[in-house]
């Protein structure tokens, strides 16, 4: 067995093989002990029985899709939601869904939804309404990207 010192900067150095005179380095199963700026770690072991792949690369489908989603805003004024709700021919249903809420619920949802200046993309009310609106996840994030792009003339 050999002990190594791994830097804060990184680097990797062989401390020579572990001895009975190092008892800390030399224990089998040893942890990471701390030494100012760096630390000792047993060395790497092999794996038994674990088949390792390299991951495919994404495909360009695939990073288009993960940038889109970083740029679905997490957030948006309620009138911008408002309004492309109204747009999609979805905003009767929406407040449908919030007047057949049992009282007081339908009361604290029908104030929170008027109320609210933003509305959250992953808000607990949003997401709780999408499927009963017929919206998938795919969908909601494409109706946040129109309405982020609504300007009031």
Same mark, same amino acid.
């Given at each position: ?5 791994? !830097?804060?900067?990184?680097? =990797? ?24 700026? !760096? ?29 889109? /989603? ?7 004024? !309620? ?6 709700? /109204? =747009?999609?021919? /979805? ?23 008027? /109320? ?19 919206? !998938? ?17």
């Amino acid at each position: 067995m050999h002990n190594y010192i791994i !830097s804060t900067n990184g680097t =990797i150095r062989a401390l020579g093989p572990a001895t009975s005179r190092h008892p800390i380095t030399s224990a089998p199963g040893v942890r990471p002990v701390v030494f100012g700026e !760096s630390f000792l770690v047993p060395p790497p072991q092999p794996l038994r029985g674990v088949a390792l792949q390299q991951a495919d690369p994404p495909t360009p489908e695939q990073i288009a899709a993960a940038v889109r /989603k970083l740029s679905v805003p997490t957030s948006l004024p !309620s009138w911008r939601v408002e309004a492309v709700l /109204k =747009i999609a021919g /979805k905003y009767d249903a929406a407040m449908a869904i919030i007047d057949a809420l049992p009282e007081p619920q339908r009361t604290i949802t029908l104030t929170a939804w008027v /109320k609210n200046e933003q509305v959250e993309r992953h808000g607990a009310l949003l997401n709780a309404a999408l499927p009963v609106l017929g919206i !998938s996840d795919d969908e909601a994030d494409t109706m946040f990207l129109q309405a982020a792009s609504l300007t009031p003339n």
